[in-house]
């Protein structure tokens, strides 16, 4: 199973968790209309400013969990009193993980341009020799013409 369609199970279950719709929770999330239904149905991979607008609507959500599925799905609500210095600690962590999981995305996503530009460039070598086939026998058939 890959990991797009994992994320896509973990959504569900979130969805699911909350008792919303599909529907609902994309208008929650501030997203286009069936852009996670689609990609739920589909097992398709969801772009990595999607998953930060779950995690900025639902701050409870831990972000290792929907990424990779390690840890439970909610981050801990059973944390002792917190004094505010220990509050703030607790809330740099936490968008440290979500810039962390910014990054991750951002990785992931460059990966895959980096792929895209070496396959175009394979593309561009392989017309090049497609143009130099055809030149050559364009210059042959004149030269034929002209002989």
Not at 75 to 88: A, F, G, N, V
Not at 113 to 124: H, P, R
Not at 134 to 147: E, M, P, R, T, W
């Amino acid at each position: 199973m890959n990991n797009s369609n994992e994320i896509g199970e973990r959504i569900a279950h979130i969805i699911s968790n909350y008792g919303e719709s599909i529907n609902s929770f994309e208008k929650k999330i501030s997203v286009s209309t069936n852009s996670i239904g689609a990609a739920i149905r589909k097992k398709s991979a969801l772009k990595s400013n999607v998953l930060i607008k779950i995690l900025e609507v639902f701050p409870e959500i831990n972000p290792t969990w929907l990424l990779v599925g390690k840890g439970e799905m909610l981050l801990s609500d059973t944390k002792p009193e917190t004094t505010s210095s220990e509050t703030t600690l607790a809330s740099l962590e936490l968008d440290l993980k979500r810039k962390d999981f910014e990054i991750k995305g951002m990785l992931l996503e460059f990966q895959e341009l980096k792929e895209d530009v070496e396959l175009l460039k394979k593309i561009t070598s392989l017309e090049e020799k497609y143009i130099d086939i055809v030149d050559q026998k364009l210059d042959k058939a004149i030269d034929s013409k002209k002989g």
